[in-house]
């Protein structure tokens, strides 16, 4: 799951950002894709992009105002941005035809697949994007087995790699939530909870592992399992747009991607893209997660807390 982050702006920056999407209301939809046509003509002249991370005008100018002119560049078609909310306003505006093209993380991409059929474009890679699992160094916890009738702290619901991951090692071990381990997802307060002596294991990101160690102390916790890679953050298509658009936008993604990497990441606001490269995306490469659902206990995966 994407964190929504805010922030505030000058108002002249702000009125400059709502010029930027002035038109976005107005943009064509559906209508203007052209099923039988193939390359750039296959996708209409406006294209309507978001994040599912970014909440607010605003911070999506900050964040991708580079990345939309570079995008412009490679396209040749004009970019605009298209604010959310939440990830159910991506899902109704991917539904309604209201954006053509959102960045995602893995979690939001199995929901929106299941209610807006969104197609999969592009992958980002995140080299280190995995779980861990860790304890307290001088606890009897060596391996996952160990965890049997314990306790693990994660994430809060719905974070891929702090909450998601972690559950799928734990099913992947032989241990089931809520009956052979108990799982406390505490979000945010996690790792002063686990200072504190609350669980006996920590689920979060590796990425994290650094951040656990200067807040607890440096040899304090251990290792007791990492996960495989996870699944890649994605650009998704609105159905709509049809399968010529979306391979067209594929190619130009891909074939342009140094440039458009560097766009993302130029603001310092994406630096967990810094070494990324895009990769063509399909929807079975995000079965892991749907796996990680079901161990959450989440079978209909629009169920999952935003």
Same mark, same amino acid.
């Given at each position: 799951?994407?964190?929504?982050?805010?922030?505030?702006?000058?108002?002249?920056?702000?009125?400059?950002?709502?010029?930027?999407?002035?038109?976005?209301?107005?943009?064509?939809?559906?209508?203007?894709?052209?099923p039988?046509?193939?390359?750039?003509?296959?996708?209409?002249?406006?294209?309507?992009?978001s994040?599912?991370?970014?909440?607010?005008?605003?911070?999506?100018?900050?964040?991708?105002?580079?990345?939309?002119?570079?995008f412009?560049?490679?396209?040749?078609?004009?970019?605009?941005?298209?604010?959310?909310?939440?990830?159910? =306003?991506? /899902?109704?505006?991917? !539904?309604?035809?209201?954006?053509? @093209?959102?960045? %995602?993380?893995?979690?939001?991409?199995? &929901? *929106?697949?299941?209610?807006?059929?969104?197609?999969?474009?592009?992958?980002?890679?995140?080299?280190?994007?995995?779980s861990?699992?860790?304890?307290?160094?001088?606890?009897?916890?060596?391996?996952?087995?160990?965890?049997?009738?314990?306790?693990v702290?994660?994430?809060?619901?719905?974070?891929?790699?702090?909450?998601?991951?972690?559950?799928?090692?734990?099913?992947?071990?032989?241990?089931?939530?809520?009956?052979?381990?108990?799982?406390?997802?505490?979000?945010?307060?996690r790792?002063?909870?686990?200072?504190?002596?609350?669980?006996?294991?920590?689920?979060?990101?590796?990425?994290?592992?650094?951040?656990?160690?200067?807040?607890?102390?440096?040899?304090?916790?251990?290792?007791?399992?990492?996960?495989?890679?996870?699944?890649?953050?994605?650009?998704? =298509?609105? /159905?709509?747009?049809? !399968?010529?658009?979306?391979?067209? @936008?594929?190619? %130009?993604?891909?074939?342009n991607?140094? &440039? *458009?990497?560097?766009?993302i990441?130029?603001?310092?606001?994406?630096d967990k893209?810094?070494?990324?490269?895009?990769?063509v995306?399909?929807?079975?490469?995000?079965?892991?997660?749907?796996?990680?659902?079901?161990?959450?206990?989440?079978?209909?995966?629009?169920?999952?807390?935003?």
């Amino acid at each position: 799951m994407r964190v929504s982050k805010t922030r505030t702006l000058p108002a002249l920056f702000v009125v400059g950002a709502l010029a930027l999407t002035g038109c976005a209301s107005t943009a064509t939809g559906a209508s203007d894709t052209n099923p039988t046509a193939t390359g750039s003509e296959a996708c209409p002249d406006t294209l309507r992009f978001s994040d599912t991370g970014v909440e607010g005008l605003e911070t999506l100018v900050v964040e991708f105002e580079n990345f939309r002119l570079a995008f412009e560049e490679a396209t040749g078609k004009d970019i605009e941005f298209y604010p959310i909310s939440s990830r159910t =306003a991506a /899902s109704t505006a991917l !539904e309604f035809d209201e954006i053509d @093209l959102l960045l %995602t993380g893995p979690a939001e991409y199995v &929901v *929106l697949k299941q209610e807006a059929d969104a197609l999969p474009v592009v992958g980002i890679t995140r080299p280190g994007y995995r779980s861990i699992i860790v304890a307290r160094a001088d606890s009897d916890v060596d391996e996952l087995s160990d965890l049997e009738n314990k306790t693990v702290i994660t994430k809060e619901v719905g974070s891929t790699s702090g909450h998601l991951g972690p559950l799928e090692m734990l099913a992947d071990a032989g241990l089931v939530a809520g009956e052979t381990v108990d799982v406390v997802p505490l979000g945010a307060t996690r790792i002063e909870a686990f200072g504190a002596g609350e669980g006996d294991a920590l689920g979060t990101g590796l990425s994290d592992f650094e951040e656990i160690e200067a807040e607890l102390g440096k040899g304090s916790i251990k290792m007791v399992a990492e996960g495989p890679d996870l699944p890649n953050d994605l650009f998704v =298509a609105r /159905s709509a747009l049809g !399968e010529n658009c979306a391979t067209w @936008l594929q190619q %130009t993604l891909t074939e342009n991607q140094q &440039v *458009l990497l560097d766009a993302i990441t130029s603001t310092g606001e994406s630096d967990k893209y810094l070494e990324s490269e895009f990769l063509v995306a399909e929807d079975a490469d995000y079965d892991p997660t749907r796996s990680a659902f079901v161990a959450a206990g989440f079978e209909d995966f629009a169920q999952l807390p935003e």
